[in-house]
């Protein structure tokens, strides 16, 4: 149960070798490579960055293909909108996916399927809109090509305001008496117009029409009638919406055949690139290649057996981390341990000379996570419904390790339901004798010492969180801090708890209490003993101030004559202007009393378990009050139950309906409380408890190997529940 101990890589590999190597690299997936340190110029050449533009090109090529056809793809695996389709394969299929012409041939299909119906969408709005211009002028029985007029007579069509229309005519009589106006369809609030005269007047009309809201329209690009361009525009759009249906079957059929092969071949050519741009972090020579990086001692053999295969044309040395090393970090636990590593992830993993908080973490937070709940039945469908995701879906690794802690809940939630009487969040005082029996507290009678409870566990994790943070720095080799830092800590709570339990020992527990711990976290003995900087008589002087500040403190603890105070005081202000040993305890002083200011910061984070408390009784109180309303409802059975005749058939429905709500409220309230119950018991651990001790911050163990998301490889073709093979 620690951080898995890591040996440093120096591989040196034959330049005739390296293909070998990295495949076999790939395949192994146990070394996390890192930048050579030796600075010497990498392997990657011109036929390398070649390589690596035309994968790239093949790459953006696949998951333009695979995220075309997604948008047609339909999954036949169960809750398929909200868990991602795997697809399994064996490793030798995996490698064996290259683009080939039939890969070029789907790509340039979809380019073309993606292509037309936005081009024929974009036709269809412009014959749309040709139709709505050529409406008004349906009726006019006069080829477009001829609106230009004829060798005496000219034609001016356009549109007019239809409230303007008959002060527009009087002008144009007015002014012409030769000319005609024929009005056709409207336009909105406008009205469509053909103004015919004699081209002797043709300026004259011009002019007129120019004074008005008259606004001339042309179509120079049509030449049949109104009507029969009107047809043509609807034939055209009806072989437009024709192609684009059988454009969508096509790219249906083409999904269901060509998607999870796409979505394979995408994921193959990446984890191929990977396999070409590795070769960037290694180091060259003109026959040599070198290739660094850390490795778990669990998988030392596995990459000894991959790189001894390659018949003496390697040489391999292992070290242990050094100083200055940044190694990845990996967690050993225990198998059923394993699952509340993803709390640890979720915060960071800790640096490699850390310790692995996991083990630590892991009572406190299943037993906070059971108190949230705090219900037999609601852990029973925890179980039951972690069980069917890991069991009966197609998920990925690492749902499954969550659906591992969901159930590790749901039992921690079924011994709190024992303990506090709570099945369904039914009254304890209705349940069997044989199950009262082990009921020890009744959180909605007894509020007061539930919160007591809640709140004691926030003192006894927040202060073994003091404790592991001492044991750390004493396994660093740093006493001091152990216990100036830490140890003082609880010194200062032990006092405070006798000050509070023991009667008449307030006084001398608060004062001796408060100004040892001062001392202590201000490191005010070893800035003046211990400091082998200072001369002999100054570490001496600094000492003796220390002891008379003790001998003043057991004053004002037990009463002492005030001379010993003054007789300090004195002593402080000659020390200071002689005495470097003085100055250096005093300054200690001072910082440890700001240090035990800082510790107010416990007060707060033992209140935050309180809310532990209230968690567990909003699960309670609403489980109640569902029960409460299916209760009420059910009671309305039994008048009908009694009535007999067509009454039984109303009684059935009212049962069932009781039923529902009963089911369906219960099944919310496990839902909504579900997320409060690990996101407030992961906040104490992330906040109260980690800030005692834990810094985090590693990197993970990240071995170099086969890059998939939507892949699940397989020593052979595996076909999982669920999932898909391609």
Request: a negative charge; charged letters at 20%.
């Amino acid at each position: 149960m620690a951080v898995a101990r890591m040996l440093k890589v120096t591989a040196f590999v034959h330049s005739a070798a390296v293909e070998d190597a990295v495949e076999g690299l790939r395949a192994a997936g146990v070394l996390d490579i890192v930048s050579d340190e030796h600075e010497l110029p990498t392997p990657i050449a011109a036929a390398e960055q070649r390589r690596i533009a035309e994968l790239d090109e093949y790459i953006a090529n696949a998951q333009f293909v695979v995220t075309f056809l997604g948008k047609f793809h339909t999954s036949d695996a169960p809750f398929s909108s909200f868990i991602s389709e795997k697809i399994h394969l064996s490793e030798t299929e995996f490698l064996a996916l290259e683009p080939d012409d039939a890969f070029r041939d789907l790509y340039r299909e979809c380019v073309d399927l993606s292509d037309r119906p936005a081009s024929g969408a974009r036709q269809r709005v412009r014959l749309t809109k040709r139709i709505e211009d050529l409406e008004p002028w349906q009726d006019l029985h006069l080829q477009i090509s001829g609106w230009q007029g004829t060798r005496n007579i000219v034609l001016f069509t356009g549109t007019v305001p239809a409230n303007e229309g008959p002060a527009i005519r009087g002008r144009l009589r007015e002014a012409v008496a030769e000319v005609t106006v024929e009005e056709l369809g409207a336009v909105g609030s406008r009205a469509a117009w053909v103004v015919m005269a004699h081209r002797d007047v043709l300026d004259e009309v011009r002019a007129t029409l120019n004074l008005t809201n008259f606004s001339e329209v042309t179509f120079p690009d049509l030449s049949d009638y109104p009507a029969e361009e009107i047809a043509l525009a609807q034939d055209e759009i009806a072989d437009i919406d024709e192609d684009r249906i059988r454009l969508l079957e096509r790219a249906n059929a083409l999904s269901a055949e060509q998607y999870l092969h796409a979505v394979s071949l995408a994921e193959s050519l990446g984890s191929a690139r990977d396999a070409v741009a590795v070769r960037d972090q290694f180091g060259a020579t003109e026959r040599t290649v070198v290739i660094a990086g850390w490795v778990s001692e669990s998988n030392r053999a596995t990459l000894e057996g991959v790189l001894g295969k390659l018949d003496g044309l390697t040489d391999v040395s292992f070290r242990e981390a050094g100083e200055g090393d940044k190694p990845p970090v990996e967690l050993e636990n225990p198998r059923w341990l394993q699952p509340l590593e993803t709390l640890t992830d979720l915060y960071g993993r800790p640096q490699y000379e850390e310790m692995d908080p996991t083990p630590l973490l892991a009572p406190f937070f299943l037993l906070f996570f059971g108190i949230c709940i705090g219900d037999v039945g609601y852990g029973l469908m925890l179980i039951a419904g972690a069980y069917f995701i890991k069991n009966r879906l197609d998920v990925a690794p690492g749902v499954k390790r969550f659906m591992d802690l969901l159930t590790m809940g749901g039992v921690s939630a079924i011994i709190i339901g024992v303990l506090t009487g709570s099945y369904f969040a039914i009254d304890p005082n209705v349940l069997p004798s044989f199950l009262k029996a082990f009921v020890l507290i009744n959180p909605m009678e007894q509020l007061t010492l539930f919160l007591v409870i809640t709140v004691g566990l926030g003192v006894v994790q927040v202060f073994f969180g003091v404790l592991v943070a001492a044991y750390d720095a004493a396994k660093r080799g740093n006493a001091a801090s152990a216990v100036n830092d830490q140890l003082s800590t609880l010194l200062l709570a032990v006092m405070i708890v006798i000050a509070f339990a023991v009667p008449g020992a307030s006084l001398w527990a608060i004062v001796l209490g408060l100004g040892v711990v001062m001392l202590m976290k201000g490191h005010a003995l070893g800035a003046a003993v211990v400091n082998a900087e200072l001369p002999l008589w100054e570490r001496i002087a600094g000492g003796a101030w220390v002891v008379a500040f003790v001998g003043w403190l057991i004053s004002v603890a037990f009463g002492g004559p005030s001379l010993i105070g003054w007789a300090l005081l004195a002593g402080s202000v000659v020390g200071l202007m002689t005495s470097k040993g003085v100055r250096g305890t005093i300054v200690g002083l001072l910082g440890g009393v700001y240090a035990v200011y800082g510790m107010t910061g416990f007060l707060s984070d033992i209140l935050s378990y309180s809310r532990l408390a209230a968690l567990g009784l909003s699960g309670m109180l609403v489980g109640s009050v569902f029960n409460l309303l299916a209760g009420l409802v059910w009671d309305g059975a039994a008048g009908l139950f009694a009535q007999g005749g067509f009454s039984l058939v109303g009684g059935v429905l009212v049962v069932v309906f009781a039923s529902l709500i009963f089911v369906v409220g219960h099944v919310f309230n496990v839902v909504i409380n579900l997320l409060g119950a690990f996101v407030h018991p992961a906040r104490l651990q992330f906040v109260e408890f980690f800030s005692k001790f834990y810094e985090g911050g590693g990197r993970n163990y990240a071995p170099f190997g086969y890059r998939t998301k939507a892949l699940v490889l397989h020593a052979q073709g595996v076909q999982q529940e669920g999932g898909t093979e391609s």
